[in-house]
Nanobody, 123 residues
């Protein structure tokens, strides 16, 4: 079983940046597709970004394009989400998720989840 732990969430002001990390342990970490989802109070969990196990292919939600960058090194157990130009609407609990082999953007297809890290963006 893969265990995921997010870190890096904080309270920031509009326009500032944060870098989130997600580390995997406890099981196989090779060939893990990793992704970020977020959930704001009263809203459904939404896809943010994902990266293949090779680190060569990424996918972003429209809300993240141009502002967020997901990264990792091939087969390493840590991924990152660099978030720039943060807005109040980015406020949410950010979750990392993982599955093997194939990149998808739907949360119910991910097998492993972290506990979440809170990102709060104020004006």
């Amino acid at each position: 079983q893969v265990q995921l732990v997010e870190s890096g969430g904080d309270m920031v002001q509009t326009g500032e940046s944060l870098r989130l990390s997600c580390g995997a342990s406890g099981g196989i970490v090779n060939r893990l597709v990793m992704a970020w989802f977020r959930q704001a109070p009263g809203k459904e969990r939404e896809f943010v970004a994902a990266i293949t196990w090779t680190g060569l292919t990424t996918k972003y939600a429209a809300s993240a394009k141009g502002r967020f960058t997901i990264s990792r090194y091939k087969d390493e157990p840590t991924m990152y989400l660099q978030m720039n130009s943060l807005r109040p609407e980015d406020t949410a609990v950010y979750y990392c998720a993982a599955r093997t082999d194939v990149l998808v953007t739907t949360s119910n297809e991910y097998d492993y989840w972290g506990q979440g890290t809170q990102v709060t963006v104020s004006s």
